[in-house]
T-cell receptor
Framework: DAGVTQSPTHLIKTRGQQVTLRCSPKSGHDTVSWYQQALGQGPQFIFQYYEEEERQRGNFPDRFSGHQFPNYSSELNVNALLLGDSALYLC???????????FGPGTRLLVL | QKEVEQNSGPLSVPEGAIASLNCTYSDRGSQSFFWYRQYSGKSPELIMSIYSNGDKEDGRFTAQLNKASQYVSLLIRDSQPSDSATYLCAGKGSGGSYIPTFGRGTSLIVHP
């Protein structure tokens, strides 16, 4: 039973560039959430997708956008990268009716 | 603003001792609480969830919830060096939305 997978594992970008991160949820899960975790901080909720729609959004600017595909996988896009966007980006999945969410291994983004 | 507060530590305990990790939360409507363990450079892993006042035990771990005091704790008995990690507390808010708010985590060091 495959868990949550994310790609790439590491990424280096420069300010102003755009980045796309990818996530495949755990088998049987249909809801995907994205989090940003800065060094020394807890994960901060970016948004959640269910049935290919953004259902909830945290306090992040419009530069952060996402998408969910019919197979429940998801992408996180960040435009006009800032130095402060450097962080670990975590994807978590769950069944819509469930309480327990599982995190993927994360994508570590460094913006120079 | 809903907040979950944790002492960042580090909390240092000798091998075999009981480690006590604490968390307070501001949203009185919070219904569910979660403890995650996060090793350095890795993603969070769910250890325990607790929904009702009182204690919940799972192996060497005991979660305690006191809704009147808005306080959650995690006890780790017979601490092992492999327990050295950051422990994240998360609370799920009221209103039917599964968007947990995370604390910044407490770093635990178990020394031989």
């Amino acid at each position: 039973d495959a868990g949550v997978t994310q790609s790439p594992t590491h990424l280096i970008k420069t300010r102003g560039q755009q980045v796309t991160l990818r996530c495949s949820p755990k088998s049987g899960h249909d809801t995907v959430s994205w989090y940003q975790q800065a060094l020394g901080q807890g994960p901060q909720f970016i948004f959640q997708y269910y049935e290919e729609e953004e259902r909830q959004r945290g306090n992040f600017p419009d530069r952060f956008s996402g998408h969910q595909f019919p197979n429940y996988s998801s992408e996180l896009n960040v435009n006009a990268l800032l130095l402060g966007d450097s962080a670990l980006y975590l994807c978590a999945s769950r069944r819509y009716e469930g309480e327990t969410q599982y995190f993927g291994p994360g994508t570590r983004l460094l913006v120079l | 603003q809903k907040e979950v507060e944790q002492n960042s530590g580090p909390l240092s305990v000798p091998e075999g001792a009981i480690a006590s990790l604490n968390c307070t939360y501001s949203d009185r409507g919070s219904q569910s609480f979660f403890w995650y363990r996060q090793y350095s450079g890795k993603s969070p892993e769910l250890i325990m969830s607790i929904y009702s006042n009182g204690d919940k035990e799972d192996g060497r771990f005991t979660a305690q919830l006191n809704k009147a005091s808005q306080y959650v704790s995690l006890l780790i008995r017979d601490s092992q060096p492999s327990d050295s990690a950051t422990y994240l507390c998360a609370g799920k808010g009221s209103g039917g939305s599964y968007i947990p708010t995370f604390g910044r985590g407490t770093s635990l060091i178990v020394h031989p």
